[in-house]
């Protein structure tokens, strides 16, 4: 079966701009993450869904951060007035979703550059 | 602050040694905790994880937690090159929020 998806791949933008990123879980998977991985760092997390619901935003950097998940399946995540600091590969994964013992799968990633 | 610390690395051992990874946390109620690999360029997969006291074993890889001294490892026998790369420790604190640590390059010399 098809892995967790995301789009686009590479997203280069001026400062400023606003950059709109899609992850498209395993079907079947209720829980879904963002994380941000600047480069040669470890996995910083963003939020997490449990269904369409987001029960931590905690680790939004700035409330030009935000994200959304609609019919339980694909979520977005969309960086305003985008700096320089924003710079890294955002990562999303999915799991099942009923307990916190399982395994994350991640997509791809979404590098992102801004000039 | 909810951290978990891994030492950067690099750590370099020879073909067929064992590799000894080690991580640390801070929150007491973290409840699982996730060993994951990264080739450089690549998005992380899961090596193993490991949710009561003790080792677990699978294969070659073996991991460890102590959770009296907030200590996870994880053990590679009979290291390959092929098992270079950068390991992720992660732990489970509030539900499903995950913390992950900065990593650990584990270098294994043909």
């Known amino acids: 079966g098809a892995g967790v998806s995301q789009s686009p791949s590479n997203k280069v933008t001026e400062k400023g701009k606003d950059v709109e990123l899609r992850c498209d879980p395993i079907?079947?998977?209720?829980?879904l993450y963002w994380y941000r991985q600047s480069l040669g760092q470890g996995l910083e997390f963003l939020i997490y869904f449990q269904g369409n619901s987001a029960p931590d935003k905690s680790g939004l950097p700035s409330d030009r951060f935000s994200a959304e998940r609609t019919g339980g399946s694909v979520s977005t995540l969309t960086i305003q007035r985008t700096q320089q600091e924003d710079s890294a590969v955002y990562l999303c994964?999915?799991?099942?979703?009923?307990?916190?013992?399982?395994?994350?799968?991640f997509g791809p990633g979404t590098r992102l550059l801004v000039l | 602050q909810k951290e978990v610390e891994q030492n950067s690395g690099p750590l370099s051992v020879p073909e067929g040694a064992i590799a000894s990874l080690n991580c640390t946390y801070s929150?007491?109620?973290?409840?699982?905790f996730f060993w994951y690999r990264q080739y450089s360029g690549k998005s992380p997969e899961l090596i193993m994880f490991i949710y009561s006291n003790g080792d677990k074993e699978d294969g070659r890889f073996t991991a460890q937690l102590n959770k009296a001294s907030q200590y996870v490892s994880l053990l590679i026998r009979d290291s390959q090159p092929s098992d270079s790369a950068t390991y992720l420790c992660a732990a489970t604190t509030g539900g499903f929020k995950t913390i992950f640590g900065a990593g650990t390059r584990l270098f294994v010399k043909a």
């Open positions: 079907s079947g998977h209720t829980a």
């Open positions: 929150d007491r109620g973290s409840q699982s």
């Open positions: 994964a999915s799991s099942l979703g009923g307990t916190s013992q399982e395994t994350q799968y």
